[in-house]
């Protein structure tokens, strides 16, 4: 059974600091790895897309991969209170009889301080 | 503007009653999905396709029924058989380029029981 794990939080940062989320998963031939940011009661929005090893930067957020240890990461440097949100790890997995589908975690809680 | 409709954004069911949750998008992407979410928890598939005229069961299929009758509409009937239906529910597209598999996402249906 495929997994995507996540610590669910709360995960709690000041204002202006560094929200490090991580995400860890099971199926070694997955190629696609995503970060949506869900606010309560909103659907996910894509925050971040990573294909390859190493780091991915845009903005104040970086995406971080590394394969061998099946791990993802997402870095939020100046963290801001608009930033508090439920943050999904998803993976490209097999699905079913055929086919790929995304594979979310539970997610992260993400809470910053003012 | 392009983008997923879904429909109702609010929903309630009466023991032993089928609803349908609609899905439409604009967006000209080959694939759909419906996933389910509960409190606290992350996205679970129940049926995506990627072709018009077929589909594919994901993890939680079990009392659900999908038809994709058109590129375009993709609904998910939750039946009967479903004994734990209140979750909230969101549909999502994506092209097949697998250089660019995002999902974009609905703004979700909350289904509740009566």
């Known amino acids: 059974q495929k997994e995507v794990e996540q610590n669910s939080g709360p995960l709690s940062v000041p204002e202006g600091a560094i929200a490090s989320l991580n995400c860890t998963y099971s199926?070694?031939?997955?190629?696609?790895f995503f970060w949506y940011r869900q606010y309560s009661g909103k659907s996910p929005e894509l925050i971040m897309s990573i294909y390859s090893n190493g780091d991915k930067e845009d903005g104040r957020f970086t995406a971080q991969l590394n394969k061998a240890s099946q791990y993802v990461s997402l870095l939020i440097r100046d963290s801001q209170p608009s930033d508090s949100a439920t943050y999904l790890c998803a993976v490209n997995s097999l699905s079913g009889n055929s086919g790929y589908a995304l594979n979310f975690g539970k997610g992260t809680s993400l809470l910053v301080t003012p | 503007d392009g983008g997923i409709t879904q429909s109702p954004k609010y929903l309630f069911r009466k023991e032993g009653q089928n609803v349908t949750l609609s899905c439409e998008q604009n967006l000209n992407h080959d694939a759909m999905y419906w996933y389910r979410q509960d409190p606290g928890q992350g996205l679970r598939l129940i049926y995506y396709s990627q072709i018009v005229n077929d589909f594919q069961k994901g993890d939680i299929a079990e009392g659900y029924s999908v038809s994709r009758e058109k590129k375009e509409s993709f609904p998910l009937t939750v039946t009967s058989a479903q004994k734990n239906p209140t979750a909230f529910y969101l549909c999502?597209?994506?092209?097949?380029?697998?250089?660019?598999?995002?999902?974009?996402f609905g703004s979700g249906t909350q289904l509740s029981v009566l």
């Open positions: 199926d070694r031939v997955s190629q696609s």
């Open positions: 999502a597209s994506s092209t097949l380029d697998s250089s660019n598999e995002k999902l974009f």
